[in-house]
């Protein structure tokens, strides 16, 4: 299975942009845009957005109906407005656990890929402090099928907000 990242798209497209711009302009300001250019390169795409991680979350779903995962997750099931970001973080510290206790390296990859889209696109929200929130720990354990259940539930959250 071919796990595709969103999140690395442009790169390519800056190199050769960036190449082509010093070709022409061999000046210091023409290097100095030749290494910002190769700097933003390696810094973290922002077009990743909330519908890239409901296409993850659907490999997820069909990968884990492959394979019998017998694990309770902490979930959040009925999202207060107030707590979404800190829902998102458990819902994500959660899907670590499967990563780490997973010994099939599609449903890693899909949970790496996942996370790192998540959080790019939660990284706006991420300083917001809610109060009066459940911890993960405080949540009630369900399957692991209700738990993405209820993560592609607060996603469309999200999305709705956004």
């Not at 942009?17 to 250019?37: D, K, R, W």
Request: charge should be negative; charged fraction near 20%.
């Amino acid at each position: 299975m071919r796990i595709s990242k969103p999140y690395l798209r442009s790169t390519s497209i800056q190199c050769y942009l960036c190449l082509l711009l010093n070709s022409h302009f061999l000046t210091e300001a023409g290097i100095h845009v030749f290494i910002l250019g190769c700097i933003s390169v390696s810094l973290p795409k922002t077009e990743a957005n909330w519908h890239d991680v409901i296409s993850d979350l659907k490999k997820f779903e069909t990968l884990i109906q492959s394979i019998h995962i017998d694990a309770t997750l902490y979930t959040e099931s009925n999202v207060d407005l107030r707590c979404k970001v800190t829902a998102m973080k458990c819902f994500l510290l959660e899907l670590r656990v499967i990563s780490q206790e997973s010994n099939n390296v599609d449903i890693r990859q899909v949970i790496e890929n996942l996370t790192i889209l998540a959080n790019s696109s939660l990284s706006s929200n991420m300083n917001i402090t809610e109060s009066g929130c459940k911890e993960c720990e405080q949540l009630e354990e369900k399957s692991v099928e209700e738990f993405l259940q209820s993560f592609v539930q607060i996603v469309q959250l999200f999305i709705r907000i956004s």
